[in-house]
């Protein structure tokens, strides 16, 4: 139970990406067909592959830092920044480091504390996405030297124009990271700017990947014996983001439906090291060595060593902030150890945890059975103070908590692989839309409708002189329905031109209501809670190829029936031109386009 299948495809190398705030990891897959697939790491014990790795703990992971000199060029990546030698050329040479940048991609609606101005300034010149696209093909280029020199019997040569590229991110990350993030990948020449090159990108959320990594997870704590579908909950504690996805599986056959929309809130491991930061200006004020850069080097001391270990209120924990024959009573160094009490050590934790509980209460409401199990992944889940408070509140709810040991660190990377790879088995058969989807449209006016009246100053009338009212809102996807992958969502249109030639591009608006409450049927009843989600380009000149003749009134003109099609079952959503012939249903793809 829960053992991987010989693959039966054809043989080709599969990489997967997943790129946190603080650290980022690679997997890789060779897969042959007749043989069962062994998912690989870019790992630290090769520290050549992730140059000066030994600096850090990463453990399978590298940095998520950059370097870039003053004129915006790329300097190093990884651990790289932590060697004396580049350290010293950046002082003399005003290099800038780029860390943390991955946040400012974030979402904008999501609620947060945290501003860009907060963020550490980019470097001179430079976007997320360049930095992004340069990251990518610096984990890409090692990588690529890793495989090629463990697998001598590999030519490189002849997968690289084929190579399947797994890209996990955040939950709460939507079309518009989604969009960014292709758009890094091409800049970095992973693929061409094809659509055959594009198909090779595959995006999952964190919480779809982690499920590959966790179902042999569930398989030895053997609650796979249950009768019926199990409610679970995984919990992926990463650098920057706190990822909440609930799931009905069941495991004879294995399968995953989403029973709740995913939650994400930005309370990972980087908030905490930021509320160190603060601490440590308050509690060093005035100290002969509290400047800026300074504080900076302690909360990078507090991140990397003090924080793994913080495990109870009771007992004070230390950072090291001067050599061993210093002390100073007046600050509560001693011995070059600056000592935090338990309750303000742990008190660092407080809005992560309760970050967590408040993401999994709210989803909980919309759960269709009882959680029964909790999984928590991520970096963070290494923290045993953290773990013991999500261990009392889960267990209080009867709901059994697990933290699986086995490479935590590569669960996303690993579990991305394997998603794509079974998706039939690993991958998630059904989602739930996280907001409420459609089109705003005119209606004829209807005198002795209340909420028309209402708007008469708002009526409109078309050349024809028939009058409309607009801004009513037709849902077409409302939050927490159900979305299975094969569900499409249809408008249809109907459009006249009197010559086939003058078809073009037409533009329909696809917007999103994300207030907390069901959607209201207009606009102006709860405007800020409305956005434009994306706008779908169709090419109706393909269609009008079909159109026949027809005449009115001595007119000639053409009438061209289509309909616009839309699937949001998968991660990402596709969209599609339709339009009948004598032949059936035709199709043609569409472009989308997200509002930045």
């Known amino acids: 139970m829960g053992d991987l299948q010989v693959y039966t495809g054809c043989r080709k190398l599969v990489l997967a990406f997943d ?12 897969l042959e067909p007749g043989k069962v697939p062994e998912i690989l790491g870019v790992t630290r014990q090769a520290l050549r592959w992730f140059p000066a790795q030994e600096l850090i703990r990463g453990d399978a992971k590298v940095a998520s830092l950059l370097y870039y000199d003053k004129h915006g060029n790329f300097k190093a990546a990884g651990a790289e920044v932590f060697t004396e030698s580049n350290i010293q050329t950046a002082m003399e040479e005003d290099w800038t480091k780029a ?7 974030r979402p904008k609606h999501l609620a947060s504390s945290i501003k860009d101005d907060d963020l550490p300034p980019l470097p001179c010149g430079k976007t997320t996405v360049n930095i992004l696209a340069d990251f990518i093909k610096y984990l890409f280029q090692c990588a690529k030297t890793y495989i090629k020199e463990h697998h001598l019997a590999f030519t490189w040569s002849s997968f690289e124009d084929s190579i399947e590229f797994v890209f996990t991110h955040p939950n709460g990350w939507e079309a518009i990271q989604q969009q960014l993030y292709r758009r890094a990948i091409e800049h970095a020449g992973l693929i061409p700017c094809t ?3 594009r198909s090779r990108v595959h995006m999952l959320t964190d919480g779809e990947a982690v499920i590959g990594f966790c179902i042999p997870v569930l398989f030895n704590a053997d609650i796979t014996n249950q009768a019926g579908p199990q409610g679970v909950v995984i919990i992926d504690a990463g650098g920057g983001t706190i990822d909440l996805s609930m799931f009905s599986m069941s495991f004879n056959p294995i399968s995953c439906a989403e029973i709740a929309p995913a939650e994400c809130r930005l309370q990972g491991s980087v908030f905490i090291t930021r509320r160190a930061r603060a601490l440590l200006q308050r509690k060093l004020e005035d100290w002969d060595h509290s400047s800026e850069d300074e504080i900076a080097e302690l909360a990078r001391e507090f991140d990397q060593s003090t924080k793994l270990i913080i495990k109870s209120d009771r007992e004070p924990v230390y950072i090291r902030v001067a050599g061993r024959r210093y002390s100073n009573a007046k600050y509560g160094i001693r011995f070059g150890k600056l000592q935090l009490s338990g309750e303000d050590a742990t008190g660092l934790f407080s809005d992560s945890i309760d970050a967590v509980i408040s993401a999994f209460e709210q989803q909980e409401k919309h759960a269709s059975i009882p959680i029964t199990v909790a999984l928590l992944v991520g970096g963070l889940s290494t923290n045993d103070w953290l773990w013991s408070r999500l261990q009392s509140y889960f267990e209080a709810k009867r709901v059994k908590i697990y933290r699986p040991d086995n490479n935590i660190n590569k669960a996303v990377a690993n579990g991305g692989i394997l998603s794509h790879i079974y998706n039939e088995t690993y991958g998630v058969a059904s989602r739930v839309a ?3 989807y459609g089109v705003v449209c005119a209606l004829p006016v209807e005198e002795d409708d209340e909420e028309h009246a209402r708007r008469k100053a708002l009526w409109e009338v078309d050349p024809s002189g028939d009058r409309y009212v607009p801004g009513f809102f037709e849902a077409k996807l409302r939050k927490g329905e159900q979305v299975h992958e094969e569900m499409e969502i249809r408008e249809s249109f109907s459009l006249i031109e009197s010559n086939p030639k003058d078809f073009g591009i037409q533009v329909v608006r696809l917007v999103c209501h994300r207030g907390n409450g069901s959607a209201p049927k207009w606009v102006d009843q709860d405007r800020p809670a409305f956005s434009v989600f994306c706008t779908i380009h169709v090419d109706l000149s393909v269609a009008a190829k079909d159109l026949v003749e027809r005449r009115a009134f001595s007119q000639v003109y053409y009438q061209l029936d289509y309909c616009v099609i839309v699937y949001f ?11 009948k012939t004598r032949r059936g249903e035709e199709r043609s793809p569409a472009t989308i386009l997200f509002e930045e």
């Open 434 to 436: 996280r907001a409420t």
């Open 569 to 579: 079952g998968d991660t990402e959503i596709t969209a599609f031109l339709g339009w």
């Open 99 to 105: 860390e943390w940048w991955k946040l400012r991609l």
């Open 19 to 30: 790129i946190g705030t603080t650290f980022s990891g690679i997997s890789y897959c060779i």
């Open 195 to 197: 659509p055959e090159g």
